[in-house]
């Protein structure tokens, strides 16, 4: 068991872009993974882009738990039909694409800006893929938290933390603050 010490905002190595893996298959790349879901399973949280742990490359991991808050709190809102387990995934080399226009914002956290939350627009709906530790290709259509997961992860292959997507800055705070006076439900535009 390895726990990575995970990079904070402002640290280069989350500013630039990761390279791409030449072989998924590599010892070393399965030795990072493994660490890298030491270190998940450790700070607690969705997901981890191997950025966030110092390593520039195309490589992250996530999961949605079954039980999971925010997703559970999606399907209440009515804003996803989806509050089903994706167990842990592995994906090298990854892309998206959206499957229409349709954004819907939430509030994101990230392991790398602690203690910190933001109202997030995303696309609603995705097609994603990458390969496993396997080589294999992965390739699944993702709705609502599980959309929202995949496309923070992958914006930190491209330096991109989620507080550069906020619209409104004033929808950006301190976690302990911001759910204090953003209860769900009381979200609105202002
Ligand atoms: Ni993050």
Do not use: W
């Not at 992965?138 to 992958?154: M, T």
Request: a negative charge.
């Amino acid at each position: 068991m390895a726990i990575l010490k995970i990079a904070r905002m402002g640290h280069p190595v989350l500013a630039s872009a990761a390279g791409p893996i030449g072989d998924p298959s590599a010892a070393s790349i399965k030795r990072l993974v493994s660490h890298m879901i030491d270190t998940l399973n450790d700070a607690g949280g969705a997901g981890l882009a191997a950025p966030q742990v110092h390593e520039p490359l195309r490589l992250v991991i996530f999961h949605v738990p079954a039980e999971d808050e925010a997703a559970k709190r999606y399907k209440d809102a009515g804003l996803s039909k989806e509050n089903g387990e994706i167990p842990l995934t592995v994906l090298i080399n990854p892309g998206f694409e959206p499957i229409g226009e349709e954004m819907e914002e939430a509030f994101e956290g990230c392991l790398s800006i602690p203690g910190m939350t933001g109202l997030t627009p995303r696309f609603k709906r995705i097609r994603y893929r990458g390969l496993g530790l396997d080589g294999q290709i992965i390739e699944r259509n993702a709705e609502g938290f599980h959309a929202r997961v995949v496309q923070h992860e992958l914006d930190h292959l491209d330096g991109t933390l989620f507080p550069f997507r906020i619209a409104d800055l004033k929808h950006f705070g301190f976690m302990e603050e911001m759910k204090r006076h953003h209860a769900a439900g009381e979200i609105k535009e202002e």
